[in-house]
């Protein structure tokens, strides 16, 4: 009996070495990509270190195209000290993502069965290997939340207050964690919450008096429906399984994002947890679960609120599961917390070798699918949109415009040019969606832009969308000529079409 006791933490820590050892050569072996959107953070992050501004376009209305300003402020330090936003944005990327599994371990306590399935999942998931080198704050958001999580479980009040302070800047979906957690954080304290509200109020009044808006602009760029109809889609889906989403009573936009979201949330769960979902199902201790029961409570209202949330807006660049890979560690914390209660069973072995165990197989399996991703859009960046903007950068004066539809991360920020974002993340008059067609072809043009770029998704000069075929087909649109079309022999279904004003061309 004493050797089995024995064995059991030695198989664990065998168990978590290997999914380290995983995670340090899938690290090293992942492409060293940058997607476009973190170019934003970038210039905003420049902006602020370079210029004292944390905007946009330099000398103009400050506008928030950023939706959590912890990251920006970590690279903008990283600029003043001389490092690179690429290469600071990739240290804290891989650092948060390990990080996030020694959050895991300490959170279920050490070297036990819980601890060495959650990381053996956390550790083969390949979108965490996409999200780590992507510059984006993905895995900063995943660590965040699992140290408020340990904080929680610790009953450390300042490192838990510090940890939803820092969780709340992060990213907006931060600061309905914290409230969740603090109300069910006990002993309750006004103390701590004098502590906890008077940064972020000081914050919230500066941004709202900077930026002039409630929400970030991302807030208007994406929603697309209310949280009523997000509920009502969702329980139509529900109900017959995305066979007919146009019964849905929403208009045709809606219907569209909403059916991509439901899709998008249905794929990751059928790939990531249903498995694991199973495991804590037949497993489960409800003794366990009742002296846990302020923390799950609050995760599952947290998990559910910014569920209904997300399929209420256009969820852009959701590449490998963008949005819903943060609370990928959470759900397998879940499933650690249930195991740990459970002895070295007949069921929980069985469990274990028929659901866990094929289930790593498979995240492993995923790996070749998110290089493959990966690596050919880090060769679009170098042969497109990189190029773009050091050509532009090189060629036109820095007083000119730019404007961009779609791609505002690299063409922009490469450039240093003053840019309209026809993506609207970063463009407040675009982002409120209420203006007519005529209106917003008008302010297309409005600035005598020197350069065009317009994203498409063949080879050649062609309309996207709607707005974009009545921009080309604009007789204001003359005054600009085709330079050239980049794009990557990797990614032949996209690129990006350059347009000169005609005065600029050179003969």
């Known amino acids: 009996m004493k050797m089995k006791v024995m064995l059991v933490p030695s198989v664990c820590i065998a168990i978590i070495g290997l999914a380290v050892a995983y995670a340090i050569y899938s690290t090293a072996t992942s492409p060293r990509w940058v997607v476009d959107d973190s170019f934003i953070l970038f210039r905003y992050a420049d902006n602020l270190a370079n210029h004292g501004e944390l905007n946009w376009n330099l000398g103009e209305k400050p506008v928030e195209g950023y939706t959590g300003v912890t990251l920006v402020i970590l690279l903008s330090i990283a600029i003043k000290l001389g490092i690179s936003p690429i290469v600071a944005a990739h240290i804290i990327g891989i650092a948060c993502f390990f990080l996030g599994g020694l959050l895991i371990l300490l959170i279920l306590r050490g070297f036990n069965i819980g601890s060495a399935t959650a990381l053996a999942l956390y550790f083969t998931a390949p979108f965490m290997y996409t999200h780590e080198w992507s510059g984006l704050e993905t895995t900063l958001f995943a660590a965040a939340m699992l140290f408020c999580i340990y904080a929680f479980t610790s009953r450390h009040r300042m490192l ?3 940890s939803i302070l820092l969780v709340s800047l992060t990213r907006p979906e931060g600061a309905l964690l914290a409230a969740i957690l603090f109300l069910t954080f006990r002993p309750f304290s006004y103390k701590s919450l004098f502590v906890f509200v008077a940064p972020l109020l000081v ?9 002039g808006q409630f929400f970030p602009n991302a807030y208007y760029a994406k929603r697309v429906a209310t949280g009523v109809s997000s509920i009502r889609f969702l329980i139509f889906c529900m109900k017959t399984w995305i066979r007919d989403p146009a019964a849905v009573p929403v208009d045709g936009r809606q219907s569209w994002a909403l059916t991509e979201n439901v899709l998008n949330v249905s794929n990751f769960f059928r790939g990531y947890l249903l498995r694991p979902a199973l495991v804590a199902f037949v497993l489960i201790v409800w003794a366990s679960v009742r002296r846990h029961k302020y923390l799950i409570a609050s ?26 890979a943060p609370f990928y560690p959470l759900a397998i914390l879940g499933l650690g917390g249930v195991l740990k209660t459970n002895g070295m069973r007949l069921k929980l072995i069985l469990a274990l070798m028929l659901l866990v165990i094929p289930q790593v197989r498979m995240n492993m399996g995923g790996m070749a699918e998110e290089r493959q991703y990966t690596s050919t859009y880090k060769e679009l960046m170098e042969e497109a949109h990189i190029p773009i903007g050091e050509y532009l950068r090189n060629t036109l004066s820095p007083n000119e415009w730019l404007v961009v539809d779609a791609d505002a991360g690299a063409i922009p920020y490469c450039s240093r040019l003053k840019t309209v974002d026809f993506g609207r993340l970063n463009d407040e008059y675009l982002a409120r969606d209420d203006h007519s067609e005529k209106e917003v072809i008008d302010y297309f043009f409005s600035r005598n832009a020197a350069a065009l770029v317009l ?22 649109f003359g005054n600009y000529t085709l330079v050239k079309i980049y794009g990557s022999e990797s990614r032949s279904d996209y690129n990006e079409v350059l347009y000169l004003r005609n005065d600029l061309l050179r003969h």
């Open 160 to 162: 838990f207050v510090s």
């Open 203 to 211: 914050y919230f009044l500066w941004r709202w008096a900077y930026y």
């Open 299 to 324: 995760m599952v209202a947290f998990c559910a609120i910014v569920l209904i949330t997300y399929l209420s807006f256009k969820l852009e660049m959701n590449f490998s599961y963008r949005f819903l």
């Open 455 to 476: 994203t498409n998704e063949r080879r050649a000069v062609q309309s996207r969308t709607r707005e974009l075929e009545t921009i080309l087909a604009d007789p204001r």
